[in-house]
């Protein structure tokens, strides 16, 4: 007859392995979701910068088709970096995930508009859209079943709540950074 041991629960809470893993997790979730917010706060600047060559109302709803294809391969992503989270590792892979949304952001920004390189801006923010949801999608996943994985199974549900808290954090930030995008204080 086989016998199951378990482990008293601990007291004293969290151990510092699992409030690293909350942490890391959920600013790479807040990091993440900026990206969106900022860009859908300023989705009429970009129409204007980067389809300036049609009405008004037709670049607006074309800045925000191109802020919902990034929704739009959110899950593909997940299916993307779940295996290779399950292949390689979901530390691996939520960094991987981390330096797409970076890059493709960083790019976004040092894009220059349709006036200065034509129909290839456009189609430029199109792709790098499509990266952010690619990534954001495995992220966001990879993020939750990381805490997940190294939560006890009493704490599991109050953690995996702190690591999806991130993605209203950045809100506040990106509204003010898309009103006041110069203001340093």
Excluded: C
Aim: proline fraction near 5%.
């Amino acid at each position: 007859m086989a016998t199951m041991t378990t482990t008293s629960p601990r007291a004293g809470g969290m151990t510092k392995d699992e409030r690293f893993v909350i942490f890391a997790s959920s600013l790479g979730t807040v990091f993440e979701w900026y990206d969106f917010y900022l860009y859908g706060s300023l989705a009429a600047i970009i129409g204007a910068q980067f389809f300036s060559a049609y009405p008004p109302a037709t670049r607006d709803i074309f800045a925000l088709l191109a802020f919902a294809a990034g929704f739009l391969v959110r899950p593909f992503g997940a299916i993307v970096f779940g295996r290779i989270g399950d292949i390689v590792g979901r530390k691996y892979t939520f960094l991987v995930t981390i330096l797409i949304m970076g890059l493709s952001t960083f790019i976004v920004g040092l894009l220059p508009n349709a006036a200065t390189i034509g129909i290839a801006a456009p189609i430029i923010l199109i792709i790098l859209r499509l990266l952010q949801g690619l990534a954001l999608g495995g992220e966001y996943g990879g993020a939750a079943t990381y805490v997940a994985e190294h939560s006890s199974r009493k704490t599991r549900l109050l953690h995996l709540v702190y690591s999806d808290d991130g993605d209203a954090r950045p809100v506040p930030v990106a509204t003010r950074h898309s009103l006041h995008p110069y203001d340093t204080r």
